[in-house]
């Protein structure tokens, strides 16, 4: 069993900063890469940001480029997304992914419970 615990939602006026944390505790050999998703009121679930195993590579949806930042610390099983500069159409729900490799060595996709994220202009 695996889990995953996110944090850091909440409300924020535009041009505000969050941070979200997304920690994955259970039954772990090793984590693929991370990433996180939203869905915005009426919207399908999107991509906003990925991070690879070692944390080299990085990518990011359009509209957040520039804005956000990803990043991981191995040691914790945990995933960051930082968010500067926050815009209304930030507001969503964001939800963690992670790739985790079980004890069977079979990589599965966890989804996290997701945290509201409110930018108000």
């Known amino acids: 069993q695996v889990q995953l615990v996110e944090s850091g939602g909440g409300l924020v006026q535009a041009g505000g900063s969050l941070r979200l944390s997304c920690a994955a505790s259970?039954?772990?050999?090793?984590?693929?890469?991370m990433g996180w998703y939203r869905q915005g009121p009426g919207k399908q679930r999107e991509l906003v940001a990925r991070i690879t195993t070692g944390g080299g590579n990085t990518n990011y949806a359009d509209s957040v480029k520039g804005r956000f930042t990803i990043s991981r610390d191995n040691a914790k099983n945990t995933v960051y997304l930082q968010m500067n500069s926050l815009k209304s159409e930030d507001t969503a729900i964001y939800y963690c992914n992670v790739d985790v490799i079980g004890s069977d060595y079979r990589v599965r996709s966890h989804w996290g419970q997701g945290t509201q994220v409110t930018v108000s202009s």
């Open positions: 259970g039954i772990i050999f090793s984590i693929n890469a």
